[in-house]
């Protein structure tokens, strides 16, 4: 199928990229960087630099986000630069933005336009004229029908759904008629704003040795190096906000970010990382965080980095799980939804437990939150007898 040059330059990730406009497809990293800062550099430059500030800053929007064929090489050039910069943290940063932004596109497009992205992605996707009813719903006593104008095969959708991993999203929790899955343009914008997401990380086996080859022959182009050299001083100045640091205090009012038990740092990981959270995941550190007096305030930013992160409903949710006053999940709860790494973090404390003195006997830690307060135990009971914890 033919698609139309404007769609390319609003969404460069298409596959027709390399149909339409060969001459840029052909080229390799190296020419194509060189030929690109030979012709119009400052505004090139000033607009990718535009994309990193934002990212850095955990914005969800690019001001002034403009669609011609100046916006393909942007796309490309912040795609090599993730590439040589090599740094996940980053990579994460720029692909939540860069999808989020898609995603406020592709939600305004035009049905058949937005079919014809599906279409050109190889998406096996059904598009209709006029709505089609796939359901009922009764909601306070008011029946309310469900439409949509889009059906997409079900392996398609599981593809594009596998790292949303909200309970809703399920396929068993979505209606099926012959293989195909009723899905809403909302929704559907949602699945492509996830395979943008992905085209911004590394893959495992790509060669640390290949980056750095192709890293020292981008730095002899001077404007690629200045422009690499400025992405650099502003992540230094930003990253801190970014690194992952506890400074919370528990209800005994000490720091207690040493003291964390590895399911919670396997969340926290994943959080600094921009991956995406399950829902338990995400019920369990809040409640988690609010029980050792975690700020309001300072658990929404936690958030921030997330894909699908919007402040409002955050800000909600952790207000509403304070007044509730949740208790957080004990450790057989979390091993029922696999969310327990005492294994994968090789924790002796959670593995083996500790001998009881007044029960002469071996314990185990039952809950995450009594981790913390034995640590914080052991810890004072170094302190005044003058030992220092084992390395």
Known sequence: MSIRHELVQHYPWLPSLENLYPDIASKNPNEF????????PIEIQERILAFFKASFNNLEQIDDYKIDEINIHVYLIIKILLYVLDDKS????MANLYSKVTYSELIKE????????????????????DSIKYGTIIIKDQQEELTSKFRIYYTDYLRLSVN?????RKLVNNPLRDGYVFIK?????????????????????DDKSSIEALKKKLLKIKEFNELHERILANWELKKEDFEYSIDFKSTYGSDISTYLPPCIKEILSKIEEGQNLIHNERLFIVWFLIAVNYQVDTIINLFSSMPDF??????YQVN??????????????????NLCMAKKFKDKLCL?????????????????????KFNQYQNSKRSRTGNSPKK
């Open 33 to 40: 960087i060189s030929d690109i800062f030979s012709n119009n």
């Open 320 to 337: 509403y799980a304070k007044k509730k006053k949740y208790t957080p999940y004990k450790c057989s709860t979390l091993k029922s939804f």
């Open 164 to 168: 949303l991993r909200d309970e809703f």
């Open 110 to 129: 035009d049905n058949a336009y937005l079919n014809d992205i599906c279409k050109d992605l190889k998406l096996d996707i059904l598009h209709y004229k």
């Open 185 to 205: 343009k909302r929704s559907l914008s949602r699945l492509l704003q996830e395979f943008v997401r992905e085209k911004f990380f590394l893959k495992d086996g």
């Open 310 to 315: 919007n402040r409002e409903k955050t800000a």
């Open 352 to 372: 083996e437990g500790f001998l009881s003195r007044k029960l002469n006997e071996q314990k185990y830690i039952t809950h995450p939150l009594f981790y913390v």
């Open 90 to 93: 980053i990579s994460n940063r």
